[in-house]
């Protein structure tokens, strides 16, 4: 795991006497998770074993998120601000972050960013071949079946738009959206590539 931005030896710890406050965003919905501190020795266990670890104010030692409950936080990405002294870190989480229960330490409840870990489930699903799995199933039946499926919820869309049931509308855009997903698969493509994609197309 390696740096982005900036080499340990470049940031700032000493501005805030050995700690620097460090940002956990969860690498998939880019939901921010919690805020922590680290000394220079949780940072190089957290890049060592690829696992946050922070300094704990109140126990006064290194604490490795998720030692007690197993809510671990896996390091995906580490950046560092433009003045070397805060870390971002994203992580996909294993379980809840607050101690509370709750996905962020923020009480944030959001479905935003949800079709990235619905994405992750459905490769999931796909890749380990999951018994009894609708998704698995039809991807199994290949990339033919797979677009079929796809025009027929869109063509299933198109009917429910002409009406004014709000709830089977969205119904069905939600089977359009998810079978998408599992084509994107097909095609060796992520969501993201798409997004890159309109993103491109924004800056013309």
């Given at each position: 795991m390696q740096l982005l931005n900036e080499t340990i030896s470049q940031i700032d710890f000493a501005k805030g006497g050995g700690l620097i406050p460090v940002i956990i965003q969860n690498a998939q919905t880019l939901q921010v998770l919690m805020?922590?501190?680290?000394?220079?020795?949780?940072?190089?266990?957290?890049m060592k074993e690829q696992r946050v670890t922070f300094f704990s104010r109140t126990k006064n030692r290194l604490w490795t998120k998720g030692e007690s409950s197993g809510h671990f936080l896996e390091v995906k990405e580490i950046r560092v601000d433009c003045d070397q002294d805060t870390l971002l870190i994203k992580a996909l989480?294993?379980?809840?972050?607050?101690?509370?229960?709750?996905?962020?330490c923020f009480q944030e409840e959001t479905p935003k960013g949800f079709v990235y870990q619905l994405e992750q489930t459905i490769h999931q699903r796909i890749d380990n071949n999951v018994p009894n799995s609708y998704t698995s199933?039809?991807?199994?039946?290949?990339?033919?079946?797979?677009?079929?499926?796809?025009?027929?919820?869109?063509?299933?869309?198109?009917?429910?738009?002409?009406?004014?049931?709000?709830?089977?509308?969205?119904?069905?855009?939600?089977?359009?959206?998810?079978?998408y997903l599992i084509l994107l698969k097909a095609k060796g493509f992520q969501f993201s590539d798409i997004e890159a994609v309109l993103e491109e197309r924004s800056k013309k």
């Open positions: 805020l922590g501190y680290m000394n220079q020795e949780a940072l190089e266990k957290t989480p294993k379980g809840p972050t607050c101690h509370k229960g709750t996905t962020s199933r039809l991807f199994q039946k290949g990339i033919n079946k797979v677009a079929q499926k796809v025009g027929e919820e869109a063509v299933e869309l198109v009917i429910e738009a002409k009406d004014n049931n709000a709830d089977l509308f969205k119904n069905e855009a939600a089977d359009l959206l998810y079978h």
